[in-house]
């Protein structure tokens, strides 16, 4: 069966990254693409951007871009999102998501979610 | 502010019909499938609709999608109290070139 696990609860200080991974198993990884959506306390979902798990292309949202980085290790069937200078508004739950298409809303499975909190 | 609108709030009553409704623009709900999702607080989205009226295996088909022009509606018939949750609408975006989240929708089932 498909599973999405993801690494667990983070605290960071202001200013600092976080990296969070996202291991897939149960179907063949790299004929699929992996997106990133977070939730802030109380809010919608939020997308963040995805990678191609084949060819390792990325998409970031606007939103993101110079401070997001997604990447994958198709030996380990891992997905990991880095997110750098952190701030309190970056406290949520993150998300992955796997997708069928690269520019899609469409996501059969997701991972459990990993919680970020951003404190000093 | 999301970029798709929905209601923050639905109700019904057990055995009734309720409708959600996610409104949207040309760029994304126009010229992009709508997909739906369910989500108890805390725990990871379920996706409910794909290609705007398509349930996934497993998902009963008291749920079902419909699309026109730039809106889309999520109706739940038969409405049971393991069905209140928050419920998204979700589409592609093409104009942001992202993906366009609804604000989301509680329902509590009365």
């Known amino acids: 069966q498909v599973q999405l696990v993801q690494s667990g609860a983070e605290v960071i200080k202001p200013g600092a990254s976080v990296k969070v991974f996202c291991k897939a198993s149960g179907y063949t990884f790299t004929r699929y693409t992996m997106h990133w959506v977070r939730q802030a306390p109380g809010q919608s979902l939020e997308w963040m951007g995805w990678?191609?798990?084949?060819?390792?292309?990325?998409d970031y949202s606007q939103k993101f871009q110079g401070r997001i980085i997604i990447t994958r290790d198709t030996s380990a069937s891992t997905v990991y999102m880095e997110l750098r200078r952190l701030t309190s508004e970056d406290t949520a739950l993150y998300f992955c998501?796997?997708?069928?298409?690269?520019?899609?809303?469409?996501?059969?499975?997701w991972g459990q979610g990993t919680l970020v909190t951003v404190s000093s | 502010q999301s970029v798709l609108t929905q209601p923050p709030s639905a109700s019904g009553t057990p055995g009734q019909r309720v409708t959600i409704s996610c409104s949207g623009t040309?760029?994304?709900?126009?010229?992009?499938?709508v997909y739906w999702y369910q989500q108890v607080p805390g725990t990871a989205p379920k996706l409910l609709i794909y290609?705007?009226?398509q349930r996934p295996s497993g998902v009963p088909d008291r749920f079902s999608g419909s699309k026109s022009g730039t809106s889309a509606s999520l109706a739940i018939s038969g409405l049971r109290s393991e069905d209140e949750s928050d419920y998204y609408c979700a589409a592609w975006d093409d104009f942001l070139s992202d993906v366009a989240f609804g604000g989301g929708t509680k329902l509590t089932v009365l």
């Open positions: 990678i191609n798990a084949g060819d390792g292309h990325t």
């Open positions: 040309r760029s994304n709900i126009g010229d992009n499938y």
């Open positions: 998501a796997r997708s069928n298409d690269d520019a899609s809303s469409w996501y059969d499975y």
């Open positions: 290609r705007n009226n």
